[in-house]
T-cell receptor, first 115, second 114 residues
């Protein structure tokens, strides 16, 4: 069974600084997809970034980038130039072709951005 | 339109009430999902509809009854709920084909069962 682990229940960062959120996963599949979702206090889940396992290049979306290490089964999220609006719960998620539409989520990391 | 909408935003109900949650999307997605989320926890999958047919039921109690009347609408009918069912209920949708099948989430319905 696939599992997703986020080892940092809480993180904090100063505004304008950079922070990295960790995620590891366990799978025997070779074809899968990884996601970072953000859930601010408004509670709406927002897709931040996604990575296809077959792509070697790390995904980037503006200030958000990932460090995808397939052999190590690691998928960390880097937030550059942190803004107050980045404060949220961040969930790492996994989906494989064999799991169909089912997402496996990590337990989440609560990010605080200090002014 | 890249939005999933949910109504109502908040719902308070007694254990003997019958109520329904509604979800709507107009992105042409043929997969729709119901999740239950407790505070500071990840969403837990409840049901998945594929092409308007129930494809996944994660052993959810029968007091929760999903319905997918058409490809844009998803309902969750609630009856005889328990206080422990109080949670945020999230709806999501996605394509059924394509590489990532990324899920788009609605804002949720915060349910309180008294």
């Amino acid at each position: 069974a696939q599992t997703v682990t986020q080892s940092q229940p809480e993180m904090s960062v100063q505004e304008a600084e950079t922070v990295t959120l960790s995620c590891t996963y366990d799978t025997s599949e070779s074809d899968y997809y990884l996601f970072w979702y953000k859930q601010p206090p408004s509670r709406q889940m927002i897709l931040v970034i996604r990575q296809e396992a077959y792509k070697q290049q790390n995904a980037t979306e503006n200030r958000f980038s990932v460090n995808f290490q397939k052999a190590a089964k690691s998928f960390s999220l880097k937030i550059s130039d942190s803004q107050l609006g980045d404060a949220a719960m961040y969930f790492c998620a996994y989906r494989s072709e064999t799991s169909g539409s089912r997402l496996t989520f990590g337990e989440g990391t609560q990010l605080t951005v200090n002014p | 339109d890249t939005e999933v909408t949910q109504t109502p935003k908040h719902l308070v109900m007694g254990m003997t009430n019958k109520k329904s949650l509604k979800c709507e999307q107009h992105m042409g997605h043929r997969a729709m999902y119901w999740y239950k989320q407790k505070a500071k926890k990840p969403p837990e999958l409840m049901f998945v509809y594929s092409y308007e047919k129930l494809s996944i039921n994660e052993s959810v109690p029968s007091r929760f009854s999903p319905e997918c009347p058409n490809s844009s609408l998803l309902n969750l009918h609630l009856h005889a709920l328990q206080p422990e069912d109080s949670a945020l209920y999230l709806c999501a949708s996605s394509h059924l084909s394509g590489s990532s099948r990324k899920q788009f989430f609605g804002p949720g319905t915060r349910l309180t069962v008294l």
